[in-house]
């Protein structure tokens, strides 16, 4: 069976396109501006006052912890599905918005990020610990940054965490909004997506003559 040149670039503008529409699809974050109106896809490894506000966000729904209790870490977390950053060499973009609130007596924001091998462990701190922060309490401040995966990295985690300090009255209150965690294509992707839209345009060209 003869395929035409015309049904070639076809089936690889499809393939191109399928793989360059999830290249650029690249936050592994779920729920990443609690646009669900809850804490779905996120977890709370200890007890504290966490909650998604519906208005005053970045734009819209934003988580907002509440920590007064003296000493203590109250963190939002969630980690990425297994296998979706795979190997060492990877760069990962990461950024969020924070609003700060009451931070009184110690209180500061933290966020952890970290590789993790593919049972879970911890094998590198990803950019470190970023912090502390003191974001503005009347307006959204934005963070961003990169780093480099670890041999053995299989996908990530991340933390925010609002702590208080061991004098009395401490309190920290931290916003959270549009958390992102992604992967930056490697080149073969990229030249599968780009030949992926220069064959929908070769078939536009062609149709047009």
Not at 61 to 79: E, K, P
Request: aromatic fraction near 8%; proline fraction near 5%; hydrophobic fraction near 40%.
């Amino acid at each position: 069976m003869k395929i035409s040149v015309k049904t070639t670039i076809g089936l690889t503008s499809l393939a191109g396109l399928l793989i360059g529409n999830t290249v650029f699809a690249q936050n592994l974050i779920q729920n990443p501006g609690f646009s669900t109106g809850d804490l779905t896809g996120w977890t709370q490894p200890n007890p504290g006052p966490i909650s998604v506000i519906a208005t005053g966000g970045n734009p819209v729904d934003y988580a907002w912890l509440n920590n007064s209790v003296v000493a203590y870490n109250l963190a939002l977390s969630q980690t990425t599905p297994n296998g979706s950053v795979v190997g060492a060499g990877l760069t990962v973009n990461y950024s969020f918005d924070l609003l700060g609130g009451n931070q009184a007596n110690g209180g500061v924001d933290f966020i952890h990020i970290w590789d993790k091998n593919s049972v879970g462990g911890v094998i590198s701190q990803g950019p470190g610990l970023l912090g502390p922060y003191f974001p503005s309490a009347s307006a959204w401040t934005h963070y961003s940054g990169s780093f480099t995966t670890v041999a053995g990295s299989d996908h990530l985690g991340i933390e925010f965490d609002a702590t208080t300090g061991a004098a009395t009255g401490s309190v920290d209150q931290m916003g959270i909004d549009n958390v992102v965690l992604s992967v930056v294509p490697e080149p073969t992707t990229l030249s599968l997506a780009a030949m992926g839209l220069l064959g929908v345009w070769t078939l536009r060209r062609s149709r047009k003559a």
